[in-house]
């Protein structure tokens, strides 16, 4: 074939291609306008024909309308380049081999300022919804949620992304690389999303992987520690169902100051239209206790904000592992084993979130010990509750705790004991009070039950002194039953009788 009959042909496949030519400013702008029914501005736009079709686009945004609140959702790319291949201008003119944005950012206006959205085919097909892309990728880009408070919004720097197969009616697969910032950290995540289906956004199905890594909660008021986690999710968007564990191996209380290792497993349901999810089951280990949860996380409309309400229970625990969660002397109160079971409600994660956790339950301690200033009280009231004297207070024998045991609910930091009974060896007590977790302060006031009479507890002069009250005292059979007190710091508290008059 001649030069002239290459050229001639050349000539005619242009004048076919170029009315359809799908890589201009006039035909992709109002396709953009139309499928996101907005206004498109373009600072500077180019074609390129070799080796492959396609344009840039630069300094693009998209303005939407304002809503009733003056908001609008806010769009801007630097750089938009579309490339194509010349075989689908022939057989396919509505695929667009690539798409790569370049420092996307968007910003997407409080829940309640949004427009109502209709998504694409709601309205019949139009030519937008023919459209197909094989991938997108966008470099350096920003996902903005603005929040109704007007605190700093929701915001997930995207390193990379990439979505593969866009096309109506089909799933789409995306990778993402990005830092998220609640709670701060690096996540990646792999999966399926789609079909879109029409007039139900709840409905779309999605399904994929999560890796969560170094997440900070140290920006949370009340809690400490960096957060490891992995979880793989499959359902609709308003009913995603997910499986995973998370660790933090520093994890603390700011209020306490004592790092532990917590690990959780966990299968959790989440609407991710609203924010909420139901935990199913939520098994979590912290030291050597091993805690079984379920409950939800919700929306408090009145609040603004979420709250997360639990039922758990511990079985053959350790005292020592939960105490040590609260306090912040250099060694938890009591060690021995213990058994759980309550329901908790954290209204927030933020300042005050001690003073405004809510719980009620019941627990029990067996086979416990207090530490040495407090045990070795303990000890000598298990000798003198048995009517032996004691010339040193520390050779009495070691008095394990044999029960304490009580329901328990906490408000405002303070917990309140209601019934408690305590039992050791030779005695025991049933009392009422309260225990302050911000000064770690008790205060409970009680009976207390020995084997020997009031005057046999002491020696000497005292005990004559006391002999005349051992009737006002003694039980039934035996012993003695006596008013006392337990209060001051945690540990190193105060033991003494109390004086309660009668009516």
Excluded at 294 to 300: L, T
Excluded at 331 to 341: Q, R, S, V
């Amino acid at each position: 074939m001649t030069l002239g009959g290459v050229i001639v042909l050349l000539s005619i496949g242009a004048a076919f291609v170029a009315p359809h030519w799908p890589y201009s400013e006039q035909v992709l702008v109002p396709a953009i306008q139309e499928a996101f029914k907005t206004k498109v501005t373009i600072q500077s736009f180019h074609r390129h024909y070799f080796p492959h079709p396609g344009c840039d686009a630069e300094g693009v945004s998209l303005t939407f309308p304002q809503n009733a609140q003056g908001e609008r959702t806010v769009v801007a790319v630097q750089r938009i380049a579309i490339t194509g291949r010349y075989s689908d201008l022939l057989f396919n003119p509505q695929h667009f081999a690539h798409v790569r944005l370049d420092r996307l950012y968007v910003r997407i206006p409080p829940r309640s300022a949004r427009n109502p959205y209709s998504a694409p085919g709601t309205e019949g097909e139009s030519d937008v919804a023919k459209v197909s892309i094989g991938s997108v990728t966008a470099h350096d880009a920003v996902l903005e949620f603005a929040n109704e408070s007007h605190r700093d919004p929701l915001k997930f720097e995207i390193h990379k992304l990439r979505v593969e197969s866009i096309a109506a009616g089909r799933p789409m697969f995306y990778q993402v690389d990005m830092r998220i910032s609640e709670p701060p950290g690096e996540l990646q995540s792999q999966g399926g999303f789609g079909p879109w289906l029409s007039g139900d956004v709840g409905n779309i199905p999605l399904h994929g992987t999560v890796t969560l890594k170094d997440a900070s909660l140290d920006k949370y008021h009340a809690i400490r520690g960096i957060v490891q986690s992995q979880e793989h999710f499959n359902g609709t968007l308003d009913q995603i169902y997910i499986e995973g564990e998370a660790s933090v191996a520093n994890f603390e209380l700011k209020t306490a100051h004592h790092p532990v290792a917590v690990s959780t497993q966990f299968q959790v349901v989440v609407n991710g239209l609203r924010g909420e999810a139901q935990l199913k089951t939520v098994t979590a280990t912290v030291r050597r206790t091993v805690a079984y949860a379920h409950g939800s996380v919700d929306k408090n409309p009145l609040r603004d904000r979420r709250e997360t309400s639990v039922d758990f229970s511990v079985q053959h625990g350790r005292a020592e592992d939960i105490l040590w969660l609260f306090d912040d002397n250099p060694k938890p109160a009591m060690l021995g084993a213990c058994n759980f079971t309550g329901h908790v409600r954290a209204p927030q994660f933020g300042p005050g979130f001690l003073e405004s956790l809510e719980f009620q339950g019941r627990f029990e301690v067996r086979d416990g010990h207090f530490q040495p200033g407090t045990q070795s009280k303990t000890n000598e009231l298990s000798v003198r509750a048995q009517g032996k004297k004691l010339k040193d207070p520390h050779d009495a024998p070691d008095a394990p705790v044999q029960s304490l045991a009580s329901d328990v609910t906490m408000q405002h930091a303070i917990a309140t004991f209601p019934n408690l009974f305590f039992e050791i060896p030779n005695a025991r007590a049933r009392m009422h009070g309260t225990y302050n977790f911000l000064h770690h302060q008790v205060d409970l006031h009680g009976d207390l039950w020995t084997q020997a009479t009031i005057s046999q507890e002491t020696s000497g002069f005292k005990a004559a002194l006391l002999k005349p009250f051992d009737p006002l005292f003694q039980r039934k059979h035996a012993g003695a039953r006596i008013p006392v007190l337990m209060d001051g710091p945690i540990n190193n508290p105060h033991f003494g009788t109390e004086i309660v008059s009668k009516k």
